[in-house]
């Protein structure tokens, strides 16, 4: 039972460079959130997917676009990373109103 | 604007206490409020939901209030053991068009003592 596994766990880019953070959950949750977390900033929400086909930006969704795959798997993908991008991100899912299961995190660093 | 505080960043109490933590918001009318425990590098991990028209939430040691009129909820642990040594945050759901998205406080970490 995985839960909500997330990849890569760390990864440093250089300024400019793209890459795509990947999600994925086997508990049949219609609802995936990206959230990214910075020191003294709490857990900031990027984008999120009420159901398949379906995404809605955040609170903090410039510079970021997301991709629901299926039910499964929902990406997130930086086109030019910027050094106000080093976070460590979080991938989350649920149901409805009940809690949210979140992955381990990428810890990203933007040089 | 909206703003969710969690009173104290930091929270040391003695092992077998009962350690108490706040969570306050202004400018939200949630539907619910839940908590999260999150140790140091890993993901939050979901502990107990209350709605709007609940007043209290039990969960073994744990005990969460939720007062709407006050805007605050407080979040319990009951003697409480050095492994509750996490940071503990506080989310809400905004309701209508925010309804299931989740709007995270800052945290509190709490350090039991043996």
């Known amino acids: 039972n995985a839960g909500v596994t997330q990849t890569p766990k760390f990864q440093v880019l250089k300024t400019g460079q793209s890459m795509t953070l990947q999600c994925a959950q086997d508990?049949?949750?219609?609802?995936m959130y990206w959230y990214r977390q910075d020191p003294g900033m709490g857990l900031r929400l990027i984008y999120y997917s009420a159901s398949e086909g379906t995404t809605d930006k955040g609170e903090v969704p410039n510079g970021y676009n997301v991709s629901r795959l299926n039910k499964r798997e929902f990406s997130l993908r930086l086109e030019s990373a910027a050094p106000s991008q080093t976070s460590v991100y979080f991938c989350?899912?649920?149901?409805?109103?009940?809690?949210?299961?979140f992955g381990s995190g990428t810890r990203l660093t933007v040089v | 604007s909206q703003k969710i505080e969690q009173n104290s960043e930091a929270l040391n109490i003695q092992e077998g206490k009962t350690a108490t933590l706040t969570c306050n918001y202004t400018?939200?009318?949630?539907?619910?409020l839940q908590w999260y425990r999150q140790d140091p590098g890993r993901g939050p991990v979901f502990l107990l939901l209350?709605?709007?028209?609940?007043k209290e939430k039990r969960k073994e040691r744990l005990k969460v209030t939720f007062d709407t009129t006050l805007k605050q909820s407080l979040f319990h642990i009951t003697a409480s053991q050095p492994a509750d040594s996490a940071t503990y945050l506080c989310?809400?759901?905004?309701?209508?068009?925010?309804?299931?998205?989740?709007?995270f406080g800052q945290g509190t970490i709490l350090t039991v003592h043996p």
């Open positions: 400018n939200y009318s949630p539907a619910y």
């Open positions: 989310a809400l759901d905004a309701g209508g068009t925010s309804y299931g998205k989740l709007t």
């Open positions: 989350a899912s649920s149901v409805e109103t009940y809690g949210y299961t």
């Open positions: 209350i709605r709007e028209n609940e």
């Open positions: 508990m049949n949750h219609n609802s």
